[in-house]
């Protein structure tokens, strides 16, 4: 099952490749990237408004927001800032530097979430393979601004 799954992930990645080449298309008919990213965002709203209509999911309850911890509302403000800084880097060092680095960044992060379960989260403890595999793909990052 962990293969399929990681397959269902790998074409999530192809899929951002894609997103992020789209969104910077689109920005060349407005005047600036923030609109693009504000476009972006609302198709997004849009689509999950009838995703949820269409699985018939209940209003969320407001109140139980009241005890969520503060960075639990992060999610949509990181979310923006990594579609627009795609449209906005994407034309200046091109789709696969930009989504190398990103990943680069989301892996080192993500080896620190796992060790330590930030986030209530269970732990999964750095390995010299996971640091090994990080080391990598920044030399792979190199490589694809060289060449």
């Known amino acids: 099952m962990k293969l399929i799954y990681t397959t269902i992930v790998l074409l999530i990645g192809f899929l951002l490749a894609i997103q992020g080449s789209i969104n910077t298309q689109l920005t060349t008919y407005l005047k600036h990237p923030m609109q693009g990213a504000l476009i972006s965002f609302f198709v997004g709203f849009l689509a999950l408004l009838a995703l949820n209509f269409i699985f018939k999911t209940e209003v969320p309850n407001w109140g139980h927001l009241n005890t969520a911890p503060w960075y639990v509302f992060a999610g949509g403000l990181l979310g923006a800032i990594f579609v627009s800084s795609v449209i906005f880097f994407i034309p200046k060092i091109g789709v696969t530097t930009v989504l190398a680095a990103s990943i680069a960044g ?15 989260l269970a732990q999964h403890p750095v390995s010299m393979g996971k640091i090994g595999g990080i080391v990598l793909l920044a030399f792979g990052i190199f490589l694809i601004q060289k060449y």
């Open 106 to 120: 989301q892996l080192i992060a993500a080896s620190v979430i796992d060790h330590f379960g930030f986030f209530g």
